[in-house]
């Protein structure tokens, strides 16, 4: 291994060694706003829509099956995974080794999945074949011209 | 004077350990529904070797460190899935975890990427509530875990141990009675307790020792000749008495190092120098986030040692700044002008790597008047790069030296995505 110091002496002379403050900031001069004492922090998209952060993730939609709650093809919607599903939540659940958006309800004792679009061509799903991951609290949807 | 730091207190404390089962594994499956009960394996950096194994792959019989390009036919048949590392994932989904543990105790420690310990001296019912983390734990992040208790973090350690082993208590295993333990479950080995590592095993195996209940019934004085404090330490923590207090505490590092090994062998001077400055930067960005600047650059160049008929060179050399600094374009110029001194031509190099040493802290600099460059100009330089690579994408902003053709990277043929990480990457649910 090799020590190379590089050439010190263009650097310190060993005579001056004082040390002399250097004010680095500079210092603003003029009117100060009359807002400064009310200044709050600006709302934010991340408080309202994450509630519990180390549970919310963001999922992308494929498919219009729940066309009728709002949620469209290409949406991006915030699933938390702490959040108690209700009856009639909307949810991402794991079905036949994929994820899937559906409604759960519960009736006469037993749990379905429902879709929630504006005709009836897709099926409602049973019980034992499903399992919740997680509760969708928000739905972002895009109206920009594309 | 005192041997090791046992509590003055009276009151018995209690620690939980937990640790995530087969963490990357099962990092690979939180978004993978298909995968939920098949084996799945991850590789190490450059798809060298085995570094996590789901536990249908362990049934296998596939061994931790196994090197993955001798069997890949064998992978391929039973139906393994196989991921190259994703450390970006794994940062994040790790961060989850102890997010949600840090709700269930003021006081926790964060051992590794997977595991934390909890102080949880005061509650009641403490199985019970292990069990209540565990469940909280799995369904907000959907990683499983083991959870060991005990009255010393070396006992939880040890409880979490046979927790997961022998699959008791469903996960959650409370170590209150060690010969109850080892009747119930059978001998433990020595080398099973944390801190014991193979040295200290081979000492106590070959005084006949072998099992922890053989450890526990030795001489006090004989330990502590032995094994030092260190040892007396362990010993009495398995005893019940707490030795080693929870760090809660990250203490700033004394010496920053990036390296990596290439992903195919670079013989070129500018390919190197690409990849030198790309860890100059990464080492850089890591002491401005503990706010510390370095003196003392070390670089390195090697070849490959295993590949012992091609010849070798293997060189160093560090670098005294003349005053201490935290800008990635001060680094990288004299990271440069290093390994120009120690590059030689002709020689298929393997890996380089920067060690920045001589650390002090950024608010304890005294200007210079005689400086070659702007310090306040490359603080504000440095403060938007880090900003826009940590909002947008890692190595967004890059300085000229750092290249970008990038012919070192890293042998990643399967990573998955980045799926909390990147707004392209996240998982889609289907409405069909």
Known sequence: MTLIPLKPNEFFSEKTDCKIPFFVTPIMAGFPSPANDFLEQRVSADELLIENPASTYFFKVQGDSMEKSGILHDDIIVVDSAAKAFNNAVVVASVDNDFTLKRIIKKGGKYFLKADSFDDRYKTIQNANFKVWGVCTYVIHTLKKK | ?432
């Not at chain 2, 939920?36 to 789901?54: H, K, Q, Y």
């Not at chain 2, 000492?203 to 072998?210: A, D, E, I, P, S």
């Not at chain 2, 390919?271 to 850089?284: K, P, Q, R, V």
């Not at chain 2, 560090?318 to 002008?337: E, F, H, R």
Request: hydrophobic letters at 35%.
């Open chain 2, 1 to 432: 004077m005192y041997l090791c730091d046992t509590y003055a207190e009276e009151k018995m404390k209690y620690f939980a350990l937990v640790d995530c089962n087969s963490f990357y594994a099962s990092c690979e499956k939180v978004f993978r529904p298909d995968l939920a009960e098949r084996p799945v394996v991850v590789l190490s950096n450059n798809d060298g070797c085995i570094i996590a194994r789901s536990s249908e792959a362990k049934a296998l019989g596939i061994k931790m460190g196994e090197p993955y390009y001798k069997r890949n036919n064998f992978f391929i048949r039973n139906g393994i899935e196989v991921f190259s590392a994703n450390f970006t994932l794994y940062g994040d989904l790790s961060n989850r975890v102890m997010q949600v543990l840090s709700g269930f105790s003021p006081d926790i420690e964060v051992y590794s990427i997977d595991e934390a310990f909890l102080d949880l001296t005061g509650f009641k019912n403490l199985t019970d509530y292990a069990k209540q983390i565990k469940i909280s734990v799995e369904r907000k992040t959907h990683i499983p875990v083991s959870i060991g208790l005990g009255t010393t973090k070396t006992l939880a350690k040890l409880a979490n141990y046979l927790a997961k082993k022998h699959k008791i208590g469903g996960g959650c295993y409370f170590l209150e009675d060690m010969t109850q333990a080892v009747k119930k479950h059978g001998s433990i080995l020595v080398n099973e307790v944390w801190g014991i590592g193979n040295k200290n095993a081979k000492k106590l195996n070959r005084r006949g020792v072998y099992t922890v209940e053989d450890f526990m019934k030795l001489p006090e004085k004989w330990v502590y000749k032995e094994m030092t404090v260190v040892g007396l330490r362990i010993y009495r923590e398995l005893h019940g008495k707490p030795c080693i207090p929870l760090e809660t505490n990250i203490s700033d590092k004394k010496a920053i190092m990036t390296s990596r090994s290439f992903g195919k062998p670079l013989d070129k001077l500018s390919d190197i120098e690409d990849a030198l400055c790309t860890f100059g930067a990464n080492a850089a960005e890591k002491l401005r986030k503990q706010a510390s600047c370095t003196s003392l650059i070390t670089i390195f160049l090697e070849t490959n040692i295993f590949k012992v008929y091609d010849p070798q060179y293997k060189k160093s050399i560090t670098i005294k700044l003349p005053m201490p600094t935290d800008s990635t374009l001060v680094i990288n110029q004299y990271a440069s002008y290093a390994l120009k001194k120690i590059y030689k031509e002709g020689f298929f190099y393997k890996k380089t790597g920067i060690i920045l040493t001589d650390l002090s802290s950024k608010n304890a600099q005294q200007s210079m008047l005689f400086i070659k460059h702007d310090t306040v100009k490359h603080d504000k330089l440095m403060a938007v790069c880090d900003r826009l690579n940590g909002k947008y994408r890692r190595n967004l902003v890059k300085t000229a030296l750092e290249g970008t053709k990038k012919s070192f990277k890293m042998r990643q043929e399967s990573k998955s995505k980045a799926y909390t990480t990147k707004w392209s990457d996240i998982p889609v649910v289907k409405a069909v």
